[in-house]
Each structure stands twice: as C-alpha cells, then as structure tokens.
C-alpha cells in the first residue's frame, strides 16, 4: 500500500525534529525478543549519545525495520545483526545509519537487482534461494523520498551491510513538510511493539475474543502480510508460511476459515486441504486455495480436494473478502436450521461426508445413553477421542452448540419425536431422554422450540 501510495505520488514526508539515535535504538530493540528466539547478537552503537535531527519518524520506522527484518530472514543461529547510527564524517548534515548481518551473503552480479520487486536469487553458489519480496523496493522508495540514498555491500558467506545516508538539516526539506513543534515519542509511536512470533506459539491478533479464526497458510511474505491487512479488524489472525505448518497450527487452532496457496514449501496447498478435509477433528474447516494457475484442471482438482473455493491471482482484496464471508454466512445458516429444527438430520447441514459421520457419531453416542442423567460432555469427548477444546470447535462450527448444549439439544429432539408418538405422558418422555424433573424438562422445551410439550402434541396432531 505505502508503494502504491508512492507510485501514485500520494505519501508526502512529515519532517519533525527529533532525537534519531533514541529513535532508531528504540526500533531495535523492539527485535530483541527475535534475536534472542534465533540465537542471534543483535547490538546498536553510536559514537552520538544524542543527534537532533529532522526526519520522518514512520519513513525512518519503515526503512529500518524492513532491514532488520531481512537481516534476520538470511542470518543463522549464533550470527550477529549490528546497527549503527552515526553523523557523516565528510558532511555534518547527513546521517548514516547501516544495518549489518554475519549472513549468508550475496553474490556481487547480483546486488544491483536486490531492490526490484520480488527479485529471486536462484544459485548453485547460494547457500539458499534469496527473495526480497516487496520490503527492500520499499526501503529504496522510501530513502529517496527523504531525500536520502541506500548503499549494499555484500560478501557470499561472510554477510550483508546496507547503508542508509539520511539529511538531517531542515533546509534539506520542502518547507510543506515541516511541521515545527512537535517532537516524536519512541516509546508511543512505534508501531512495532514486538515483531517475535513463532509458528508453534503463535499468539492470536488481538481481536475480540469472540471473534472467528483465520488461519492464512502463505509462503510470500509481502502476500501473507497483505491478506492479513484484509481482515485483521474482524478475525483473529494465524499465519503459516509453509503447508506443514499450516496443518500443524490448524489441528491446534482449529480455525473457523483457512486461506492457503497452492504451492508452498514442504506442503502445497492442495495436500493441505486434502489432509484437513480427511481428519474427522478438522474436515469441518472451510479452505480457500489461492493459485495463479487458471486451468479448469487446476480448478477442478482444488476442489476435488474437498476447498470451499478456488481464487486466481492476482485477486481483488474486495472479492476475496466477500467470498469469505459469503461462506461463512452459509454456514451460519445450517447451524441455525439444526439448533431450531426437531427434525434436521446430520446430512442436511453438513457439506462433506466426514463431518456427516461425525454427527451421526456423536448423536448415536448420546442416544445411546440418553435415558443417562449424569451423561455429559466429558463422557462425549472419551466415546469421540477427541479434546474438550477440539470438540467444543467442531460442534460449534457444524451447530453453533457448546458440547453440553449439544447433548441437551439431542435430548430435546428425542423428545419431540416421543411426543409425536402418542404412546408417553410428558412426564414419562422427560425420564425417557434423561431428565431428572418434568417441570424442568417442560421449561426448556418450551423455549426451544416455542411451544409446551402439551402444546408440541396438539400442533403436530391437530388435538
């Protein structure tokens, strides 16, 4: 978005007077979590303790951390990520501010093609594939707009050192930019509180808690990143950027929505849905396939696969969204029609054959025993092999019930059909599915389904 807002000449500087070694310490330390996860030294230096500078906070936010964040990308265990602020000794109206890693290098042919858009380095003589994505095109964007340059010096095996040379003096500036008075809090302004997050703890966007799961299964950074900009404001948020990730997270999440590309590393997409949609705790799980091929082959063997849609990229975020949600309200839907409907049957909510068994599964169970007062949700988790967590999800996602919600909805639904019998008092059916006390039984009867067990006999045979 900052590149289009660029391209489109719509991101205009902001120039504050600030401390830009405060400033800069500040944004590294918001990557120690990171490097302490990695096993990496992070360090910040400075010959100034202190440099009033006019800049750009956000710019000079974006530009260092999309550094930082590449430096870590292509560093190992135990390496080293250096960043170093100082006042350029040839003109005391610059600054230079480089970010160096003992990483894996790059070759010098191909330094000058680093800050094209996804530029991929593809070498025998790489230690691994090397994609810059979106961030160091928008570092180069975003330096000149400051009025600044970047510089790269690289050795294969040895590391890479970006140099970033910043004015500082305010006369460097279209007055427009100016804005005098106000001075930058590091400690508020910062949009990068904490960028540490791991695949296996991954903490959930902090969205409403009652909000519904997406997990995006992307191997593209810059994609993954924008896809999450989409619904951020009402889903909670995991990510994934490989399929045996993906599969990992969602049989530990279970997410109301996945949205995955076809090809991925150590997992395609396609694989991913196939193992999702075979396991009866997550066959329930709608699955989106990003892919840019356009085949009707292609298509049918995403869905074949048992995806709830298929999307060619490039997408529009608009479509995307709207098919999500479309999804999404369909089975809100089903869930509605089993809680409210006495005679729904397991095939006519769910949209595969496992979730289907599921269901027929777990009402068995529980008509089984129904006549079991003390029959209950624990009892269903033991009979189904499944977690009280991953129970509670699966139920809610194919009935919108709670596990003891579930349990007392099939009572209920039993009783409707006695009722229909003829052959028992309501006093009688309410002992038959498991209720201690009639009066009870009469009570939420009545309020499932709108009518007294008496009333539920007159309306169904005209009495």
Known sequence: MDLSKLEAGRLSPEITQSDLVEFVEKITQTFQDLAV?????????????????????????????NLLSNAFKFSKEEGAIDVFVSVNPADNEKVIIKVSDSGIGIATQYLSNIFNRFYQVQDSNQPQVIGTGVGLALCKELVELHRGEILVSSRVGHGTTFSVHLPISKKAFNIQWIRENITINPEQDLSFKNVHQTSKNQELSQTSADASILLIAEDNEDLRAYIKDIFIENFQIIEASNGKEALMLAQQNLPDLIISDWMMPLMTGVELCENVKTNPKTSHIPVVILTSRNSNESKQTGLETGADDYITKPFNANLLEIRVKNILENRKKLRELFSKSAKLKPKDITLNSSDEHFLERAIKIIEENIGNTSLDIQFLEE????????????????????????IKNIRLKKAAQLLETENYSVSEIAYKVGFNDPSYFARIFKKEYGKAPSEYVEKTFGV
Not at 49 to 56: E, G, H, K, N, T
Not at 383 to 405: A, V
């Open 37 to 65: 996860h990695k096993n990496i030294s992070l360090n910040f230096t400075s010959p100034q303790s202190q440099l009033m500078a006019y800049f750009d906070g956000d710019i000079v936010e974006k530009i260092v951390t």
């Open 383 to 406: 009979e189904l092999k499944m977690s009280n967590m991953q129970l509670y999800r699966k139920l809610k996602s194919l009935t919108n019930l709670s596990g003891n919600e579930f």
